[in-house]
């Protein structure tokens, strides 16, 4: 693919991610130093990639449909943001016109786009970005807003059919953490800030956020609380619904104020109408979340267990005791494998097996296929670290699992945010891969799993593919958990429609067998076809009367989450 | 005051409070085993409770309106549950007409009620409520869902100008547990059980559902989830918002049902609208909440501390440690000084001090009269509540605090429903009482407090009268804590007129210091005024487009949390 970021693009202070995949340009996935990668995805998708990929696409070949804004509104736009800040240049464009899904690389790297957004604006504080909102609203224009464009269900496309001037809001200037209240742990951040950079202005001072989803380096605040995304060390800091406590959204004529109350009892909540609202209910600018002294230890141990049932059943016991770590996590035998295949030959969780360790398991009566990785993290207190880890490793004893020491869960630390990448070093090489992930009881977890990875295989045959399907638990909670699906096969000439057959599978899995459709990757266009499955007729009923209701001329991103 | 459960009721499965006072008829404050208790009365607010109380009122003297339910529409009532399951009778239609709040009472008490409830219903199940919601919604009447009858802010009353037919929809009969899922921690329990009633088939279970209000004996979950309870465990298991997983609302034609998951991200949170909807959105029949297996151990104890300043700080110290106590409560000097007058003789924390500690602690330098009492609770093995008590009592020392044992605590935790007896006693004698409570950050709350202290002080010289108010920290979260204030004074002629000043002045103090307007009593028409001033006129106008798009007849409890 072509450097994108050395095209021309109309600003030069916001940071934007490859047009045409993940990440920054010049980072990439690579295995020249994992032997085992190679032959894990000959065995799993039957893919050779070891065959060099075929050339990219250029930038100049992408077929993008005019700008239909016209020259005056384009001009009222600058006078609020100032000129320079608003941009109609195809790179802006297209970069504005998804995020980061399977579906969205698929069509962007097809070279034709069916609908940008006209105009993408760049404002600088909240008194630019009502100005927006106000001409927007005006001119029966609509509003997407834009953070760091890691969506991946399609919540930041405009509808093919949308007749109206489209306007993508990028909110990247608006990334300072504004204040800190040190007595109530409470920081307010502007919310176009990404992960790194508010963390590190945290941090800075002594702070931290403790939300670190898997898109971090490359996602917003808003984009967040936009999408109710949740962190890895979720168990410990809460979801993003739980962090942010005060919220601004700017909406026709009026900012919208929630202050940051650590409970109260005002009714229906309207913080949590805002929360997971993806732009329909007007634009986030600010959010004052909880945040946390930084800890004075912070460590993250693997575990091994015998099989995927015995790691279930001590993360759900580890749930229900007086433990409290901050990152249970455990993957199925499938995970583990690519765990094992993904790391380098001398270190991590590869090189502990590679130096016997699965000798010495296979002695104790494991199927080494059959065993399944796991990561508990821990942070608090030297003592309270010290009782977490004595408390959890009784009940890894207890289900026949056994600690493989730090080794493993540092380089889980150092190569987390790395994952994404992998997806477009298949993609290269003509594989389709992508997540789906959901929440259930702990009572049809295993049975929601099986029935899931059922689904899938049989999708997979109805295609006619090899596909591939791993999992793991990624965040628990008091009456259930998080399965985080992961799913990858060699696609033929109709990728996307291959891809809906399997996402569709999952998704309709999910929902037959007591889960929902999506723990915290939001809605969008991706999972709208399951909600009124997932939250009853009645329930979508409801929001959509919300929507109706509270933007009645349908200026904030139409048809997302919900059809109309 | 008469005897009103020997008066003539349609049913008599379903227990009422007393029609014009808390709690069951027989039971009653009184002080002759707590020689403290006159004398801090005559201190407090200037009255002798040596008097004898002037007569009651007989329920004959009250005048209730006339019934404008038609009989044809009673006879369709009367085909959907059966005969003698609806009630036009006075005093049916009286105990549905309030909560209890002071101006209920002040009201039931005068004897004149303005608008009662036309007809009240007492469906068996689901089916029968959503044969009563068609019914209504066909001949536009209006449904007022009822719970315990314990609402304190106006949310049971119909609108005085209500021309249609008002049905109190009783949901007594509705008091299984129905299943409890013990893989999960998860119980599906019908919205209208009492706590003891649903507490009671928990624990035999082995369950517990950790949520205690103070109304606990006479609310039920389904009033606790429509007007956002928070109990005196919440600490531990959350507030109501966070235990209620799962909802089944009756709405007109079909149940809004959300499924019992532990998070999910499906847009705009409609569990979070149906939470402290106070039956403006339907009627809730069913709640799935999380329930825990009851603790091998559970103490609560009691600390002492040289005063408000220092005993605000160590709460707010425990919220910042790794300990995780079940309560975290300390009472001001003033409510300190209650406890001790309300005690008896020889026992709890009055016993204390009469043997000899008040000696101890001013020989160690405290002014006494500027000691706060606490309770800590603490719940899970034993080793666990090892660990916090030693966690928490250094916290307490650090801040110059002192434990006092046990003993204190199992009193508390004896008599902890019993206050709400004490304003029938005191109004039966001429003093009103009433409770306001907030939340807010922990940077905040001592302004806060101090500001609402000298509002109700201004409040109480503006009507020249002696007043009391007292306050102490209910409930602790990581970025702030729930301040709950109780006044009280003597009131002359107009009692509601001069309650509305001190009230008033109390909850514009809650938001002129940055704190809620609710942190567990729900808004109903008490708080509606604040509303717009506590989550903005643009929040205000969100919720008021949810409630006008999703009941766009007003068939559900219309103009109670917003005016419209």
């Not at 995020?99 to 609908?115: F, Q």
């Not at 003592?383 to 493989?404: D, E, M, P, T």
């Amino acid at each position: 693919m072509t450097d994108a970021t050395q095209l021309t693009s109309a600003i030069d202070d916001v940071k934007h991610m490859k047009w045409w995949g993940w990440g920054v340009d010049g980072v990439g996935f690579h295995h020249h130093d994992k032997p085992g990668f190679a032959p894990f995805v000959q065995m799993a998708v039957g893919l050779d990639v070891n065959e060099p990929a075929p050339d990219p696409m250029s930038f100049d070949d992408v077929e993008v449909p005019a700008s239909t804004a016209s020259g005056e509104f384009v001009q009222q736009l600058e006078r609020i943001v100032g000129e320079g800040r608003v941009s109609t240049a195809r790179l802006d464009r297209v970069v504005h016109t998804f995020g980061k899904s399977l579906r969205d690389l698929v069509r962007v790297r097809s070279g034709r786009l069916e609908r940008t957004p006209d105009v993408v604006v760049y404002p600088a504080d909240e008194a630019e970005v009502q100005g927006i909102v106000d001409a927007a609203a005006d001119a029966d224009a609509v509003i997407i807003p834009f953070g760091g464009g890691s969506n991946i269900v399609g919540s930041l496309e405009p509808h093919a059919q949308e007749s109206r001037t489209v306007i993508s809001l990028d909110l990247g200037r608006l990334n300072r953490v504004i204040d800190i209240d040190e007595e109530s742990g409470l920081a307010r951040i502007q919310a176009g800030a990404l992960g790194p950079d508010l963390e590190a202005q945290l941090v800075a001072r002594g702070w931290t956020l403790g939300h670190f989803p898997d898109s971090f380096t490359h996602s917003t605040l808003g984009g967040w609380v936009a999408t109710r995304s949740s962190g890895m060390q979720s168990d410990k800091y809460g979801d993003i619904a739980d962090i942010a406590r005060g919220l601004r959204v700017v909406r026709p004529g009026a900012v919208l104020v929630i202050r940051a109350i650590p409970s109260a009892s005002t009714g229906p909540n309207v913080r949590e109408m805002i929360v997971g609202s993806e732009g329909r209910l007007g634009v986030i600018t600010e959010v004052t979340v909880q945040v946390h002294r930084t800890p004075q230890k912070r460590v993250v141990l693997a575990y091994l267990f015998p099989n995927w049932e015995a790691g279930l059943a001590a993360m759900h016991a580890i749930s229900e005791s007086d433990a409290a770590p901050s990152i249970t996590r455990v993957s199925d035998a499938r995970e583990t494998g690519f765990s094992f295949a993904t790391g380098k030959e001398s270190k991590g969780i590869s090189g502990l097996v590679t130096k016997g360790l699965g000798k010495y398991l296979t002695a104790r009566g494991w199927d080494t296929d059959k065993m399944c990785l796991s990561f508990i993290g821990y942070e608090g207190s030297d003592s309270h670290v010290a009782r977490q880890q004595k408390l959890v490793g009784r009940i890894v004893k207890k289900h026949g699992g056994i600690g493989v020491g730090k080794g493993p869960g540092v380089l889980y630390d150092q190569k987390k945010f790395d994952t994404p990448y992998l997806r477009d070093f298949l993609l290269d090489r003509g594989a389709a891969a992508d997540v789906s992930e959901t929440a259930a009881p702990w009572s049809r977890l295993l049975p929601l799993y099986n029935e899931v990875v059922a689904s899938a295989n049989r999708a997979f045959d109805e295609i006619g593919i090899k596909g591939w399907i791993m999992a793991h638990l990624s965040h628990s909670y008091h009456s259930g958990a998080c399965l985080y699906f992961t799913f990858a096969f060699v696609h033929g000439e109709n990728a996307l429609a291959q891809y809906d057959v399997v996402k569709g599978a999952i998704q309709q899995a999910f929902i037959d067998a007591g889960g929902t459709i999506s723990h915290h990757h939001g809605v969008g266009l991706e999972h709208a076809p399951w909600l009124a499955q997932d939250i009853s007729v009645e329930g979508a009923t409801v929001m959509q009367s919300l929507f109706d209701a509270a933007d009645p001329n349908r200026t904030f991103n139409p048809g997302k989450i919900t059809a109309r």
